[in-house]
């Protein structure tokens, strides 16, 4: 059974940093295409940064300079390094597997940047 288990969020004042854990059991995380989404209130869910399988990395244009995505392959852990964290970062945080058989999705951790 494919799980996905993020943490790590919390609240953070403006300008600081949090680090967000994807921790994968059931499945090789180095085969799929793993990804950062998060959906602030009356927003939809946007992608934030992803990892592909052959190892390319891809950042929207907001956290573009200020967010980093790695891969601990002896962990099966996908991270999201955010530093210079902005009051619009403020989101839930979800990390989203896709393979060529499935897609899953973590329960999500929450991200509240205020000072």
């Known amino acids: 059974q494919v799980q996905l288990v993020e943490s790590g969020g919390g609240l953070m004042q403006p300008d600081g940093s949090l680090r967000l854990s994807c921790v994968g059991s059931g499945i090789d995380l180095r085969l799929a295409f793993v990804a950062w989404y998060r959906q602030a209130p009356g927003k939809q869910r946007e992608l934030v940064a992803s990892i592909s399988r052959g190892g390319t990395i891809s950042y929207t244009d907001s956290v573009k300079g200020r967010f980093t995505i790695s891969r601990d392959n002896a962990k099966n852990t996908v991270y999201l390094q955010m530093n210079s964290l902005k009051a619009e970062d403020t989101a839930v945080y979800y990390c989203?597997?896709?393979?060529?058989?499935?897609?899953?999705w973590g329960q999500g951790t929450q991200v509240t940047v205020s000072s």
């Open positions: 989203f597997l896709r393979t060529t058989s499935l897609e899953y």
